[in-house]
């Protein structure tokens, strides 16, 4: 089966610039989770969604970040404006389970590397 | 707060030699534990996950961990080191059962594990 894709890999901006990550979860998965990995650090998770509402963005920066589920398929994760701290490789999962189950083995995709200079 | 603990940031060991890469955890109740790796330029990769049942999980490419809830830890462990093992373990946790806090995996720091000739 296909995996998770993401677009861009790779993304140059300069601080204050906008940016928008796209990802397509694996058919059929409910949930779909974006992550922000610092280098050196585990991937944090930024916000969750179960189909196309929102379960968890409670380490979403609100301010300037936000996503979007349309039609609980596809995904993007837009920053406005960026700061130099937000570089870092911004992950999409997903999973088959339902939340209610507690738990659920989370599919990556290959990330999309974040420069801001 | 649920948090995972690696306490080490790297781990070299000589081809065919057993590994084990440390794991601690802390969450309410019983915990649902996972391993992944993680390779350059990759997204993350799922080796194996505890749940429930017995202590020892095997998983992918010949990897196992040990869930031990006294000291609250999943060590990851192979009998026989390859160089094509060398990369970057995560290990994560998120609590059992529907505790209303959906899928929401909390990662360790992540330890590289170095296999050399």
């Known amino acids: 089966e296909a995996g998770v894709a993401q677009s861009p890999r790779y993304k140059i901006i300069e601080k204050r610039q906008s940016v928008a990550f796209w990802c397509n979860p694996i058919?059929?998965?409910?949930?779909l989770y974006w992550y922000q990995q610092i280098l050196g650090q585990g991937p944090k998770l930024l916000i969750q969604?179960?189909?196309?509402?929102?379960?968890?963005d409670s380490q979403l920066p609100k301010d300037r970040f936000s996503a979007e589920r349309l039609k609980g398929v596809d995904s993007t994760l837009k920053i406005q404006p960026a700061k130099l701290e937000d570089s870092a490789v911004y992950l999409c999962a997903s999973s088959l389970e339902l939340i209610r189950t507690g738990y659920g083995e989370q599919f990556f995709g290959p990330g999309t590397r974040l420069t801001v200079l | 707060a649920q948090s995972v603990a690696q306490p080490e940031d790297q781990v070299n060991v000589a081809e065919g030699n057993p590994l084990t890469v440390k794991c601690t955890y802390s969450v309410s109740g019983n915990p649902y534990l996972f391993w992944y790796v993680q390779y350059p330029n990759r997204g993350l990769q799922f080796l194996l996950k505890?749940?429930?049942?017995?202590?020892l999980v095997k998983g992918s490419y010949g990897f196992e961990a040990e869930f031990n809830k006294s000291q609250t830890s999943f060590h990851l462990k192979k009998p026989s080191a390859l160089v094509s093992d060398s990369a970057l373990y995560f290990c994560?946790?998120?609590?059992?059962?529907?505790?209303?806090?959906?899928?929401?995996?909390?990662f360790g720091t992540g330890t590289q594990l170095k296999v050399e000739l």
């Open positions: 058919s059929g998965h409910a949930t």
């Open positions: 969604f179960q189909n196309n509402g929102v379960v968890d």
């Open positions: 994560a946790v998120t609590p059992g059962g529907f505790t209303g806090g959906g899928n929401k995996l909390t």
């Open positions: 505890y749940i429930t049942g017995d202590n």
